[in-house]
C-alpha cells in the first residue's frame, strides 16, 4: 500500500463546477497535510494546509480533513480553465517518527474545461 | 531572498560525470529539503536539513548521491558517476522552522544524463 494515494485522472469538469479531488494516507499518525498545486513544467506551489479536523477555507479552496478514516480532499468551486493542473497531496509523519520527510501522492490531474 | 533559488536551471552531463546542483532558501528558513520529480511521477524526497545537520537521509537513493549545507542556508547536492537513471528534476524546499511547516518550492534543476 502507498504511503500516500490518490487518483491520477484526469478529473474533468466544466468551467463553474466544483471538483472534488481526494487523497487518502497510511501513516494514522500524520499531524500535518497539504495540498499543493504543479502547473506543467513548473514546481509545486502551496493551495492549502490542513491541521485538524473539518473544513478550512479559503476563497473557492476548501480542504476538508478525516483522520479517523485518514483522507483528505479539497475543493475547487467554480472551477476555472486556469485551475487546470496536476494536484498533489502530501502528508507530513507525525509522532515519533517526524523527521522532516514529507510524502508525496502521484497527483491528480485536473482539467477544466470551458 | 524572495522565494527559493536554484542553480543551474538545466544541466545536462554525460553518464559517469559528477554534478553539483545548488540551493538558497528563503532568508531566515532554517529547514531545507531536497526532492527529486522523474517524468510523470510524484516527488521523492531525498534528505531534509535542520541548520547545517541532516537528520533524515533516508531519501538518498545510493551512495552516490551526498548533500550538505553550510551556514545554516545554502545548500549542494551532489551526484558522483551519473547514470541515466538519475535524470529528473531535482526540487529544493525550505520552511521557517521545521517538518511541520509549509514548505515552498525552488524552480528546480533539471538534469539530464546523457
Known amino acids: 500500500q502507498k504511503e500516500v494515494e490518490q487518483n491520477s485522472g484526469p478529473l474533468s469538469v466544466p468551467e463553474g463546477a466544483i471538483a472534488s479531488l481526494n487523497c487518502t494516507y497510511s501513516?494514522?499518525?500524520?499531524?500535518?497535510f497539504f495540498w499543493y498545486r504543479q502547473y506543467s513544467g513548473k514546481s509545486p506551489e502551496l493551495i492549502m494546509s490542513?491541521?485538524?479536523?473539518g473544513d478550512k477555507e479559503d476563497g473557492r479552496f476548501t480542504a476538508q480533513l478525516n483522520k479517523a478514516s485518514q483522507y483528505v480532499s479539497l475543493l475547487i468551486r467554480d472551477s476555472q480553465p486556469s485551475d487546470s493542473a496536476t494536484y498533489l497531496c502530501?502528508?507530513?509523519?507525525?509522532?515519533?517518527?517526524?523527521?522532516?520527510?514529507?510524502?508525496f501522492g502521484q497527483g491528480t490531474t485536473l482539467q477544466v474545461k470551458p | 531572498g524572495a522565494g527559493v533559488s536554484q542553480s543551474p536551471s538545466n544541466k545536462v552531463t554525460e553518464k559517469g560525470k559528477d554534478v553539483e546542483l545548488r540551493c538558497d532558501p528563503i532568508?531566515?528558513?532554517?529547514?531545507l529539503y531536497w526532492y527529486r520529480q522523474s517524468l510523470g511521477q510524484g516527488l521523492e524526497f531525498l534528505i531534509y536539513?535542520?541548520?547545517?545537520?541532516?537528520?533524515?537521509k533516508s531519501g538518498l537513493p545510493s551512495d552516490r548521491f551526498s548533500a550538505e549545507r553550510t551556514g545554516g542556508s545554502v545548500s549542494t547536492l551532489t551526484i558522483q558517476r551519473t547514470q541515466q537513471e538519475d535524470s529528473a528534476v531535482y526540487l529544493c524546499?525550505?520552511?521557517?522552522?521545521?517538518?511541520?511547516?509549509?514548505?515552498?518550492f525552488g524552480p528546480g534543476t533539471r538534469l539530464t544524463v546523457l
Open positions: 524546499a525550505s520552511s521557517l522552522w521545521g517538518p511541520t511547516d509549509t514548505q515552498y
Open positions: 501513516d494514522r499518525v500524520s499531524q500535518s
Open positions: 490542513i491541521y485538524s479536523n
Open positions: 502530501a502528508v507530513n509523519q507525525g509522532g515519533s517518527s517526524n523527521t522532516g520527510k514529507l510524502i
Open positions: 532568508s531566515g528558513h532554517t529547514a
Open positions: 536539513f535542520q541548520g547545517n545537520s541532516a537528520p533524515d
